[in-house]
């Protein structure tokens, strides 16, 4: 287990034994511990502790409800729907689905809640970092303000492009003055988010790649990425150049490369590989349960769900080598999409074929609006299944959030959008095809960008970037049944964000 997973839970067991200090009697005011906010950040150590509970949010699944990024995003697009046992399994995942969320039914709550955890998280360790007493290493300082400011940033990133708008909070404030913060724009939120990476970017203190047990730590590789991708989403045509150049550094490096098998992108020994700029990390070690299961253990809960329900299959020899292991049956996939990979060298790897699967001899409980086709991606096998705890909250497969093939597309994009050189976007483009063995587009101009749009369909398929392309690219009403323009590319504030406001908070329009 690297550093990172190992820390978080001696930082769990470190708050367990802070929450639970005591005194001698009931009455007694300090506590008896020695360890308290006041006098616990004072070594490296101590404060990368602290740094590592701000790392900690990017693995929850279990805030308010299951509220898993990746599979809600998936189920939120056209390459899902909701499913799951039946309608009333996850109201808040259908809702999202078929964009019938209302203030008090949708997954907002969980969102909210833990990104502004992670928020508050980073806001307090750079607190205490620039606190902290004299004669510490400042290079290590240096570092962890580094890696808090671009964590910070990347939880601002997922909450502006969730809500449209956020509350800015850099720095930590009480409960009170939490009430009286309104919502700003999108544009000052964007900013903020620039900043932060690009402290990131600057501090030379922050290594190119975090390897070896640091592994899951912030390198200066995902800042650049997240700078080209922020400038990306953002939509300043102005500034598509400046993006493409952020993407141009990476590719420039010749630290990353595409997988020659597509399918060993996904493989669970495989975890960041040539292709992985930055992935969020989940382990089995924490062996957590029912009793813990809202963030309680470190598994990726998204594997869980979208497996076969109740799945019975054939010897691994017969369907591609693998034992697929049970799951919970949501986000099954849309057969739209199933017809469009269905020639692509992709779809394999892709979407189960659950059809397939029983001419082969398996059998599965057919849950709500099953298709027959799930996701393989992430998808669990028999023989990764934690050994401990309660497999369902433990997978341990990685996210992979930006890949190599993704930095491809999204600088052929910014450079297509800039108005660069097309012959350089069609390079990029024309790589992540060869990949596979499909032949090479000779298209330019706007024909040029549609194309690598598709592309970003094809290879990114249930990735969890496909809802936010069409919103930005303003096509997601082309593609999404009960999607209303001007309403639906954002969530409303959770109502009872605004009812403790008191009014402060404003609700999204439309809701």
């Known amino acids: 287990m690297n550093n990172l997973k190992s820390n978080t839970l001696v930082l769990f067991v470190l708050c367990i034994l802070l929450a639970t200090s005591c005194g001698e009697d009931w009455l007694t005011v300090d506590p008896i511990g020695k360890d308290t906010e006041a006098n616990f950040y004072q070594t490296e150590e101590q404060i990368y502790q602290g740094l590592i509970s701000a790392y900690d949010v990017l693995s929850w699944g279990g805030t308010n ?132 990476l690009l402290s990131a970017y600057q501090n030379t203190n922050l290594p190119t790649i975090a390897t070896g047990d640091e592994q899951g730590r912030v390198g200066r590789d995902m800042v650049t990425a997240m700078l080209g991708k922020v400038l990306l989403y953002r939509g300043d045509e102005s500034r598509m150049a400046e993006s493409a150049a952020y993407f141009e550094e990476l590719i420039d490096s010749g630290s990353y490369d595409l997988e020659d098998d597509y399918g060993d992108i996904y493989a669970f020994d495989n ?87 029983k001419n082969l001899g398996a059998s599965y409980t057919e849950g709500y609006q099953n298709t027959d086709y799930f996701i393989r991606k992430y998808v669990g096998l028999v023989e990764e299944s934690a050994p401990d705890g309660e497999p369902a909250l433990n997978w341990s497969n990685n996210e992979r959030v930006i890949r190599y093939a993704d930095v491809l597309l999204m600088a052929a994009e910014a450079i297509v959008r800039s108005g660069g050189d097309s012959g350089q976007a069609r390079g990029y483009l024309n790589r992540v095809r060869s990949r596979v063995g499909l032949t090479p587009l000779s298209n330019s101009g706007d024909a040029l960008l549609q194309a690598i749009y598709r592309e970003r369909r094809l290879e990114l398929a249930t990735e969890g970037h496909r809802f936010f392309d069409l919103v930005r690219t303003g096509t997601a009403a082309e593609f999404l049944p009960g999607f209303v323009e001007g309403i639906h590319e954002v969530l409303p504030i959770p109502q009872r964000e605004i009812d403790l406001s008191q009014g402060v908070l404003v609700q999204n329009p439309g809701y």
């Open 65 to 196: 409800g299951w509220s898993m990024t990746l599979g809600l995003l998936t189920a939120a697009s056209d390459e899902a729907f909701a499913g799951g046992s039946d309608r009333s399994d996850q109201p808040t995942w259908v809702a999202w689905n078929e964009f019938i969320c209302t203030p008090e039914l949708g997954p907002q709550e969980g969102f909210w809640d833990k990104y502004y955890t992670g928020i508050g998280r980073c806001n307090l360790i750079l607190e205490k970092i620039a606190s902290a007493p004299v004669g510490l290493d400042q290079d290590i300082l240096s570092r962890f303000t580094a890696e808090a400011r671009a964590l910070r940033g990347y939880y601002y990133f997922d909450l502006i492009r969730l809500f449209g708008t956020a509350v800015l909070t850099t720095e930590r404030i009480s409960p009170d003055e939490i009430l009286n913060n309104s919502l700003v724009s999108s544009d000052v939120i964007y900013d903020q988010i620039e900043a932060d």
């Open 271 to 357: 975890e960041w590989g040539v292709e992985s700029v930055w992935e969020i990390q989940h382990s089995e070690k924490s062996r957590g349960g029912w009793d813990a299961f809202a963030n309680g253990t470190e598994g990726n809960y998204t594997t869980q769900f979208i497996g076969m329900r109740d799945y019975v299959g054939p010897t691994s020899s017969q369907y591609m080598g693998e034992n697929f292991a049970t799951g919970w049956s949501f986000c099954p996939i849309n057969p739209e999409l199933a017809d469009h990979m269905q020639n692509d060298p992709r779809y394999i790897h892709t979407i189960i074929d659950g059809n397939m699967l």
